[in-house]
């Protein structure tokens, strides 16, 4: 099956750094990947979908200024938080698409999360 | 507009109950994906089932079975003989056939005690 991983599984970091979370499909190219933001006890909430080659596409109320999303290749994606603060700590997770083959039934494959904490 | 209800938040049963998570669904969409998500406490997503707009066959699978009826737009989740192991969060998810976006419900947190 596809298989998405996520790079680093936990990350903590001091207020005003920056951090960058990856996101890579292991067994296929994924030309879509997707960047939710769940805070505790809450649902995923969608921040951005990115296109290889492409800028992301950010959804309302996301600063892209402070989310950076690369999607370089076809099985790699990165956000970048920038100026973190500790309102940004939360679980970050990625999911991937190809949606000229396996994205039948519109299907993602989600990535096992990141969760950061910004002291 | 796209919109899930999960309008159970937590669900405590006893093991060995049988237990209905349920999800509404709104969309325009004539084509559409339905999914279920179970996330337990290590937070990764673990993906139940997809169902598409034109498949409204209720589906099984060991302990689990799932009611789809377009007529009510619901897509609802039965665990039956529930264990301490279902004890997770577990999410309903619609997906549009244009964007490829997914919009998830709020949730039902599971507590199966034993």
């Known amino acids: 099956g596809a298989v998405v991983s996520q790079h680093p599984s936990w990350v903590i970091c001091k207020s005003g750094t920056s951090v960058k979370i990856e996101c890579r499909s292991l067994d296929f190219q994924a030309t879509t990947m997707f960047w939710y933001r769940q805070f505790p006890k809450q649902s995923l909430m969608l921040m951005a979908t990115?296109?290889?080659?492409?800028?992301?596409?950010?959804e309302q109320g996301v600063e892209k200024d402070k989310f950076l999303i690369n999607h370089a290749s076809l099985t790699l994606s990165t956000l970048t938080v920038t100026s973190a603060h500790p309102e940004d700590s939360s679980f970050y997770i990625c999911?991937?698409?190809?949606?000229?083959?396996?994205?039948?039934?519109?299907?993602?494959?989600f990535g096992p999360g990141t969760r950061l904490t910004v002291l | 507009a796209q919109k899930v209800t999960q309008a159970q938040t937590e669900i405590s049963v006893v093991e060995k109950e049988d237990v209905t998570l349920d999800c509404v669904y709104e969309?325009?969409?004539?084509?559409?994906?339905l999914f279920w998500y179970k996330q337990p406490p290590s937070g990764e997503l673990v993906f139940l089932i997809r169902r598409n707009s034109f498949d409204e066959q209720n589906e099984i699978s060991g302990r689990y079975s799932w009611n789809f009826q377009k007529s009510t737009s619901s897509f609802n989740f039965t665990i039956t003989a529930s264990q301490v192991v279902d004890s997770a969060v577990y999410f309903c998810?619609?997906?549009?056939?244009?964007?490829?976006?997914?919009?998830f419900g709020t949730g039902t947190r599971l507590k199966v005690l034993a």
């Open positions: 998810a619609l997906g549009g056939s244009g964007t490829y976006k997914y919009i």
């Open positions: 969309t325009r969409d004539t084509t559409y994906y």
């Open positions: 999911s991937a698409s190809d949606l000229t083959g396996l994205a039948r039934n519109n299907e993602q494959f």
């Open positions: 990115s296109n290889e080659g492409s800028k992301a596409t950010y």
